[in-house]
Protein backbone atom coordinates (compact mmCIF):
# COMPACT_ATOMS: atom_id res chain seq x y z
CA UNK A 1 0.00 0.00 0.00
CA UNK A 2 1.05 3.69 -0.81
CA UNK A 3 2.04 6.03 1.69
CA UNK A 4 -1.57 7.33 2.73
CA UNK A 5 -2.33 11.28 2.75
CA UNK A 6 -3.36 12.69 6.05
CA UNK A 7 -5.35 15.87 4.30
CA UNK A 8 -8.55 15.88 5.55
CA UNK A 9 -11.45 16.89 4.02
CA UNK A 10 -11.44 20.89 4.20
CA UNK A 11 -14.44 22.87 2.63
CA UNK A 12 -16.25 19.81 1.05
CA UNK A 13 -20.23 19.73 1.98
CA UNK A 14 -21.70 16.26 2.34
CA UNK A 15 -23.89 17.16 -0.15
CA UNK A 16 -27.06 14.38 -0.07
CA UNK A 17 -29.35 13.70 -2.93
CA UNK A 18 -32.77 12.03 -2.05
CA UNK A 19 -33.15 8.30 -3.16
CA UNK A 20 -35.98 8.31 -6.11
CA UNK A 21 -37.22 5.27 -6.96
CA UNK A 22 -36.00 4.54 -10.71
CA UNK A 23 -39.15 3.95 -13.09
CA UNK A 24 -39.63 0.09 -13.80
CA UNK A 25 -37.83 -0.65 -17.14
CA UNK A 26 -39.79 -3.19 -18.94
CA UNK A 27 -39.08 -5.51 -22.08
CA UNK A 28 -39.94 -8.05 -24.14
CA UNK A 29 -40.05 -11.50 -22.55
CA UNK A 30 -36.72 -13.00 -21.95
CA UNK A 31 -34.83 -9.62 -22.90
CA UNK A 32 -32.46 -8.23 -20.89
CA UNK A 33 -33.38 -4.87 -19.32
CA UNK A 34 -31.01 -2.14 -20.53
CA UNK A 35 -28.21 -1.03 -18.18
CA UNK A 36 -27.20 2.87 -17.85
CA UNK A 37 -23.87 3.99 -16.97
CA UNK A 38 -23.13 7.56 -16.27
CA UNK A 39 -19.99 9.52 -17.21
CA UNK A 40 -19.49 13.05 -15.48
CA UNK A 41 -16.22 14.95 -15.80
CA UNK A 42 -14.78 18.03 -17.55
CA UNK A 43 -15.21 18.44 -21.42
CA UNK A 44 -15.10 22.48 -20.98
CA UNK A 45 -12.28 24.65 -19.00
CA UNK A 46 -8.74 24.09 -17.86
CA UNK A 47 -9.71 20.06 -17.78
CA UNK A 48 -10.96 19.61 -21.02
CA UNK A 49 -7.76 17.93 -22.45
CA UNK A 50 -8.22 15.66 -19.48
CA UNK A 51 -12.30 15.03 -19.79
CA UNK A 52 -11.77 14.61 -23.56
CA UNK A 53 -8.90 12.06 -23.25
CA UNK A 54 -10.92 9.92 -20.92
CA UNK A 55 -14.41 9.27 -22.31
CA UNK A 56 -12.47 8.65 -26.08
CA UNK A 57 -10.58 5.50 -24.16
CA UNK A 58 -13.90 4.87 -22.16
CA UNK A 59 -15.52 4.58 -25.82
CA UNK A 60 -13.39 2.53 -26.78
CA UNK A 61 -12.53 0.26 -24.00
CA UNK A 62 -16.56 -0.27 -23.47
CA UNK A 63 -16.64 -1.77 -27.03
CA UNK A 64 -13.22 -3.74 -26.89
CA UNK A 65 -14.29 -5.77 -23.37
CA UNK A 66 -17.96 -6.15 -24.59
CA UNK A 67 -16.20 -7.64 -27.84
CA UNK A 68 -17.99 -4.71 -30.01
CA UNK A 69 -21.22 -6.02 -28.96
CA UNK A 70 -21.92 -2.99 -26.55
CA UNK A 71 -24.07 -5.42 -24.17
CA UNK A 72 -23.49 -7.96 -21.44
CA UNK A 73 -25.63 -11.16 -21.63
CA UNK A 74 -28.01 -9.66 -23.62
CA UNK A 75 -28.62 -5.98 -21.60
CA UNK A 76 -27.53 -3.07 -23.47
CA UNK A 77 -25.19 -0.52 -22.19
CA UNK A 78 -26.71 3.28 -22.56
CA UNK A 79 -24.06 5.51 -21.86
CA UNK A 80 -24.89 9.63 -20.55
CA UNK A 81 -22.50 11.88 -19.99
CA UNK A 82 -22.74 15.07 -19.02
CA UNK A 83 -19.73 17.93 -18.45
CA UNK A 84 -19.58 19.20 -15.11
CA UNK A 85 -16.83 21.92 -16.05
CA UNK A 86 -14.77 20.86 -13.19
CA UNK A 87 -17.22 22.25 -10.89
CA UNK A 88 -18.66 20.65 -7.60
CA UNK A 89 -22.37 21.75 -8.09
CA UNK A 90 -22.32 21.13 -11.86
CA UNK A 91 -21.34 17.32 -10.91
CA UNK A 92 -23.97 17.43 -8.16
CA UNK A 93 -26.33 18.04 -10.57
CA UNK A 94 -25.76 15.79 -13.11
CA UNK A 95 -25.53 12.99 -10.04
CA UNK A 96 -28.53 14.11 -8.75
CA UNK A 97 -30.43 13.44 -12.33
CA UNK A 98 -29.16 9.86 -13.28
CA UNK A 99 -29.74 8.46 -9.69
CA UNK A 100 -33.15 9.95 -10.44
CA UNK A 101 -33.46 8.07 -13.81
CA UNK A 102 -32.15 5.01 -12.42
CA UNK A 103 -28.61 4.96 -13.18
CA UNK A 104 -26.65 2.44 -10.50
CA UNK A 105 -23.25 3.05 -12.07
CA UNK A 106 -21.68 6.40 -12.56
CA UNK A 107 -18.40 6.98 -13.72
CA UNK A 108 -15.25 10.08 -14.29
CA UNK A 109 -14.25 13.11 -13.16
CA UNK A 110 -10.94 14.78 -13.99
CA UNK A 111 -11.09 17.31 -10.29
CA UNK A 112 -10.58 16.42 -7.20
CA UNK A 113 -12.75 18.99 -5.82
CA UNK A 114 -15.63 17.04 -7.78
CA UNK A 115 -14.57 13.41 -7.20
CA UNK A 116 -14.88 14.48 -2.96
CA UNK A 117 -18.04 15.86 -3.60
CA UNK A 118 -19.24 12.59 -5.45
CA UNK A 119 -17.81 9.87 -3.71
CA UNK A 120 -20.09 10.29 -0.46
CA UNK A 121 -23.07 11.04 -2.41
CA UNK A 122 -22.46 7.27 -4.05
CA UNK A 123 -22.74 6.18 -0.62
CA UNK A 124 -25.57 8.24 0.31
CA UNK A 125 -27.05 6.64 -2.30
CA UNK A 126 -25.80 3.16 -2.31
CA UNK A 127 -24.45 3.64 -6.14
CA UNK A 128 -21.32 1.95 -7.71
CA UNK A 129 -19.00 5.38 -8.44
CA UNK A 130 -15.55 4.93 -10.39
CA UNK A 131 -13.34 7.91 -10.32
CA UNK A 132 -11.52 9.03 -13.33
CA UNK A 133 -8.39 11.31 -13.03
CA UNK A 134 -9.01 12.71 -9.82
CA UNK A 135 -6.10 12.52 -7.70
CA UNK A 136 -6.59 13.35 -4.22
CA UNK A 137 -5.60 10.61 -2.25
CA UNK A 138 -9.06 10.96 0.00
CA UNK A 139 -11.80 10.40 -2.83
CA UNK A 140 -11.33 6.11 -2.61
CA UNK A 141 -10.96 5.15 1.61
CA UNK A 142 -11.66 1.94 3.40
CA UNK A 143 -14.61 3.66 5.05
CA UNK A 144 -17.08 3.74 1.29
CA UNK A 145 -17.38 0.90 -0.40
CA UNK A 146 -19.22 1.97 -3.31
CA UNK A 147 -16.59 4.03 -4.55
CA UNK A 148 -13.44 3.03 -6.50
CA UNK A 149 -11.08 4.81 -8.90
CA UNK A 150 -9.41 3.72 -12.50
CA UNK A 151 -6.67 6.26 -12.09
CA UNK A 152 -4.26 6.46 -10.03
CA UNK A 153 -3.81 9.19 -6.61
CA UNK A 154 -1.18 11.47 -5.71
CA UNK A 155 0.84 9.17 -3.22
CA UNK A 156 0.95 7.29 -6.56
CA UNK A 157 2.50 10.51 -8.85
CA UNK A 158 5.56 10.93 -5.82
CA UNK A 159 6.32 7.11 -6.04
CA UNK A 160 9.38 7.16 -8.79
CA UNK A 161 10.80 10.03 -6.08
CA UNK A 162 11.44 7.25 -3.09
CA UNK A 163 14.95 7.46 -4.33
CA UNK A 164 15.62 11.06 -4.62
CA UNK A 165 19.02 11.96 -4.04
CA UNK A 166 20.43 13.80 -1.34
CA UNK A 167 17.24 15.10 0.11
CA UNK A 168 17.87 14.97 4.06
CA UNK A 169 18.11 18.43 5.10
CA UNK A 170 17.34 19.91 1.93
CA UNK A 171 14.49 22.08 1.55
CA UNK A 172 11.47 21.17 -1.17
CA UNK A 173 9.33 23.84 -2.51
CA UNK A 174 6.22 23.03 -3.05
CA UNK A 175 4.80 24.77 -5.60
CA UNK A 176 1.23 24.14 -5.99
CA UNK A 177 -2.68 25.32 -7.05
CA UNK A 178 -4.37 26.48 -4.15
CA UNK A 179 -6.89 23.78 -4.64
CA UNK A 180 -8.27 20.00 -3.75
CA UNK A 181 -5.67 19.40 -6.36
CA UNK A 182 -2.40 20.91 -4.57
CA UNK A 183 -3.59 20.21 -1.23
CA UNK A 184 -3.38 16.19 -1.94
CA UNK A 185 0.17 16.82 -3.41
CA UNK A 186 1.18 18.46 -0.62
CA UNK A 187 -0.03 15.82 1.80
CA UNK A 188 1.48 13.56 -0.45
CA UNK A 189 4.97 15.14 -0.64
CA UNK A 190 4.95 15.43 2.70
CA UNK A 191 4.05 12.07 3.72
CA UNK A 192 6.84 10.83 1.23
CA UNK A 193 9.78 13.16 1.62
CA UNK A 194 9.38 14.10 4.83
CA UNK A 195 10.82 10.96 7.03
CA UNK A 196 13.58 10.81 4.65
CA UNK A 197 14.66 14.40 6.11
CA UNK A 198 13.59 16.73 3.49
CA UNK A 199 12.55 20.43 4.76
CA UNK A 200 9.25 22.35 2.88
CA UNK A 201 8.48 25.49 1.84
CA UNK A 202 4.57 25.53 0.56
CA UNK A 203 3.53 28.13 -2.19
CA UNK A 204 0.03 27.89 -2.99
CA UNK A 205 -1.27 29.78 -6.11
CA UNK A 206 -4.95 30.69 -6.64
CA UNK A 207 -7.02 29.07 -9.09
CA UNK A 208 -8.07 32.73 -10.77
CA UNK A 209 -4.63 33.93 -10.61
CA UNK A 210 -3.52 35.07 -14.10
CA UNK A 211 -0.50 37.24 -13.64
CA UNK A 212 2.06 33.95 -12.27
CA UNK A 213 5.08 36.40 -11.70
CA UNK A 214 4.81 37.02 -8.10
CA UNK A 215 4.19 33.56 -7.46
CA UNK A 216 6.84 32.44 -9.66
CA UNK A 217 9.79 35.08 -8.15
CA UNK A 218 9.16 34.04 -4.34
CA UNK A 219 9.64 30.36 -5.32
CA UNK A 220 13.28 31.54 -6.65
CA UNK A 221 13.54 33.66 -3.78
CA UNK A 222 13.06 30.64 -1.54
CA UNK A 223 16.06 28.99 -3.50
CA UNK A 224 14.80 25.43 -2.47
CA UNK A 225 16.79 22.52 -3.60
CA UNK A 226 14.41 20.83 -5.43
CA UNK A 227 10.64 22.89 -6.57
CA UNK A 228 8.00 20.55 -6.73
CA UNK A 229 5.35 21.26 -9.12
CA UNK A 230 2.15 20.07 -9.06
CA UNK A 231 -0.79 22.02 -11.71
CA UNK A 232 -3.86 20.15 -13.36
CA UNK A 233 -4.97 23.42 -15.11
CA UNK A 234 -3.68 22.59 -18.70
CA UNK A 235 -4.69 25.92 -20.33
CA UNK A 236 -2.78 28.00 -17.72
CA UNK A 237 0.23 25.33 -17.16
CA UNK A 238 2.32 27.40 -19.79
CA UNK A 239 2.26 30.67 -18.48
CA UNK A 240 2.91 29.33 -14.96
CA UNK A 241 6.20 27.35 -15.98
CA UNK A 242 7.39 29.91 -17.98
CA UNK A 243 7.33 32.50 -15.24
CA UNK A 244 9.22 29.97 -13.35
CA UNK A 245 12.14 30.14 -15.82
CA UNK A 246 11.80 33.65 -16.09
CA UNK A 247 12.14 34.65 -12.36
CA UNK A 248 14.87 32.05 -12.33
CA UNK A 249 13.33 29.38 -10.49
CA UNK A 250 14.54 26.13 -12.25
CA UNK A 251 18.49 27.72 -12.03
CA UNK A 252 18.39 28.05 -8.18
CA UNK A 253 15.74 24.82 -7.75
CA UNK A 254 16.04 21.50 -9.26
CA UNK A 255 11.92 20.60 -10.77
CA UNK A 256 10.37 18.00 -10.04
CA UNK A 257 6.83 17.68 -11.53
CA UNK A 258 4.59 14.95 -13.45
CA UNK A 259 4.92 14.81 -17.35
CA UNK A 260 1.18 16.22 -18.45
CA UNK A 261 -0.36 15.34 -21.39
CA UNK A 262 0.51 15.17 -25.11
CA UNK A 263 0.01 18.60 -25.84
CA UNK A 264 2.39 19.78 -23.23
CA UNK A 265 5.76 17.83 -24.44
CA UNK A 266 7.30 20.19 -26.40
CA UNK A 267 6.87 23.58 -24.13
CA UNK A 268 8.13 21.05 -20.79
CA UNK A 269 11.02 20.02 -23.56
CA UNK A 270 11.69 23.73 -24.09
CA UNK A 271 11.34 25.10 -20.53
CA UNK A 272 13.48 22.14 -18.89
CA UNK A 273 16.02 21.54 -21.23
CA UNK A 274 19.26 21.89 -19.15
CA UNK A 275 17.88 21.85 -15.38
CA UNK A 276 18.06 18.40 -15.02
CA UNK A 277 14.03 17.84 -14.51
CA UNK A 278 13.04 15.03 -12.50
CA UNK A 279 9.99 14.10 -14.38
CA UNK A 280 7.43 11.47 -13.21
CA UNK A 281 4.51 9.63 -15.17
CA UNK A 282 1.49 7.53 -14.79
CA UNK A 283 1.27 6.85 -18.81
CA UNK A 284 2.32 7.86 -21.81
CA UNK A 285 1.91 5.64 -25.41
CA UNK A 286 3.55 2.46 -26.15
CA UNK A 287 5.02 2.61 -22.51
CA UNK A 288 3.41 -0.71 -22.29
CA UNK A 289 2.53 -3.62 -24.49
CA UNK A 290 -0.57 -6.46 -24.36
CA UNK A 291 -3.21 -7.53 -26.14
CA UNK A 292 -5.21 -4.18 -25.04
CA UNK A 293 -2.35 -1.78 -25.92
CA UNK A 294 -1.99 -3.17 -29.13
CA UNK A 295 -5.61 -2.96 -30.14
CA UNK A 296 -6.33 0.33 -28.80
CA UNK A 297 -3.05 1.46 -30.62
CA UNK A 298 -4.26 0.08 -33.79
CA UNK A 299 -8.04 1.56 -33.47
CA UNK A 300 -6.60 4.90 -32.60
CA UNK A 301 -4.18 4.41 -35.37
CA UNK A 302 -7.08 3.94 -37.83
CA UNK A 303 -9.47 6.78 -36.65
CA UNK A 304 -6.58 9.07 -36.44
CA UNK A 305 -7.28 10.26 -32.22
CA UNK A 306 -4.41 10.91 -30.20
CA UNK A 307 -3.78 8.88 -26.97
CA UNK A 308 -2.80 11.19 -23.86
CA UNK A 309 -2.35 11.47 -20.22
CA UNK A 310 -5.46 9.67 -19.34
CA UNK A 311 -6.22 7.57 -21.87
CA UNK A 312 -5.98 4.56 -19.79
CA UNK A 313 -8.06 5.94 -17.15
CA UNK A 314 -10.78 6.12 -19.38
CA UNK A 315 -9.99 2.23 -20.60
CA UNK A 316 -9.39 0.94 -17.20
CA UNK A 317 -12.89 2.39 -16.35
CA UNK A 318 -14.11 0.25 -18.94
CA UNK A 319 -12.74 -2.74 -18.02
CA UNK A 320 -14.40 -2.49 -14.18
CA UNK A 321 -17.97 -1.60 -15.27
CA UNK A 322 -17.97 -4.97 -17.29
CA UNK A 323 -16.32 -6.73 -14.67
CA UNK A 324 -18.94 -5.07 -12.05
CA UNK A 325 -21.74 -6.28 -14.45
CA UNK A 326 -19.87 -9.58 -15.09
CA UNK A 327 -23.28 -12.29 -14.62
CA UNK A 328 -24.57 -9.03 -12.42
CA UNK A 329 -26.83 -7.44 -15.40
CA UNK A 330 -29.69 -6.59 -13.10
CA UNK A 331 -27.16 -4.64 -11.36
CA UNK A 332 -27.15 -5.59 -8.04
CA UNK A 333 -24.33 -3.21 -6.48
CA UNK A 334 -22.79 -5.28 -3.36
CA UNK A 335 -22.54 -7.71 -6.12
CA UNK A 336 -20.71 -4.94 -8.30
CA UNK A 337 -18.37 -4.24 -5.57
CA UNK A 338 -18.05 -8.11 -4.56
CA UNK A 339 -16.58 -8.40 -8.53
CA UNK A 340 -14.29 -5.41 -8.49
CA UNK A 341 -12.84 -5.89 -5.20
CA UNK A 342 -9.07 -7.69 -5.57
CA UNK A 343 -9.80 -8.15 -9.31
CA UNK A 344 -6.81 -7.93 -11.25
CA UNK A 345 -6.33 -7.40 -15.32
CA UNK A 346 -3.41 -6.79 -17.54
CA UNK A 347 -4.76 -3.25 -19.04
CA UNK A 348 -3.07 -0.88 -21.57
CA UNK A 349 -0.48 0.59 -19.37
CA UNK A 350 0.60 -3.18 -17.48
CA UNK A 351 -1.21 -5.04 -14.47
CA UNK A 352 -3.56 -3.47 -12.49
CA UNK A 353 -5.54 -4.33 -9.31
CA UNK A 354 -7.77 -4.06 -7.19
CA UNK A 355 -6.95 -3.01 -3.59
CA UNK A 356 -9.75 -5.15 -1.56
CA UNK A 357 -8.80 -3.11 1.64
CA UNK A 358 -9.53 0.35 0.00
CA UNK A 359 -9.94 0.34 -3.96
CA UNK A 360 -6.91 2.20 -4.81
CA UNK A 361 -5.92 0.70 -7.76
CA UNK A 362 -2.20 -0.90 -7.78
CA UNK A 363 -0.90 0.16 -11.21
CA UNK A 364 2.59 0.76 -12.64
CA UNK A 365 4.10 4.27 -12.64
CA UNK A 366 6.71 5.73 -14.25
CA UNK A 367 10.00 7.83 -13.95
CA UNK A 368 10.91 9.36 -17.42
CA UNK A 369 13.07 12.37 -19.18
CA UNK A 370 11.98 14.78 -22.75
CA UNK A 371 14.27 14.42 -25.29
CA UNK A 372 14.42 15.95 -28.32
CA UNK A 373 13.37 14.27 -31.49
CA UNK A 374 13.53 16.23 -34.80
CA UNK A 375 11.49 19.47 -34.16
CA UNK A 376 9.47 18.18 -31.23
CA UNK A 377 10.19 16.18 -27.15
CA UNK A 378 8.69 12.74 -26.83
CA UNK A 379 9.04 11.06 -23.47
CA UNK A 380 11.66 8.02 -22.83
CA UNK A 381 11.27 5.70 -20.17
CA UNK A 382 13.83 6.07 -16.98
CA UNK A 383 12.32 3.39 -14.91
CA UNK A 384 9.15 1.54 -14.26
CA UNK A 385 8.38 0.95 -10.82
CA UNK A 386 5.89 -2.10 -10.31
CA UNK A 387 2.77 -2.52 -8.17
CA UNK A 388 2.48 0.98 -6.86
CA UNK A 389 -0.12 1.32 -4.23
CA UNK A 390 -0.07 -1.80 -2.11
Not at 107 to 130: D, E, F, R
Not at 205 to 224: H, I, L
Request: hydrophobic share 45%; aromatic share 8%.
Amino acid sequence: MGIRSKLTRVGIAALSVALVAPTALTAPAGAAADIKIGVITATSGGLKSYGDAYNAALDWGLKYYTNGKMSINGAKLVVTKKDDGGDPAAATAAFKDMVGNGTKIIVGTASSAVALTLAPLAAQNKVLYISGPAKNDLVVSAANKYVFRSGNNSTQDLAPLAGISPIKGKKVVLFVEDNAFGAGNIAAARALLGPKGAVFDEIKVATTATDFTPYAKKAADSAGAYIFIAWSNALTAGGMFTALKQQGAFAKSRPITGLAGVSSYDIYGTIFDGTNAVLTNSYFPAVFTSAAASSLNAEYAATKQSQDLFTPTGADAARMIVRALTGNTDVNIDTAISNLEGYSWLGVKGRMTINPANHQLIQPMFLVSLNKNGSHYVPKLVRTLYNVGQ
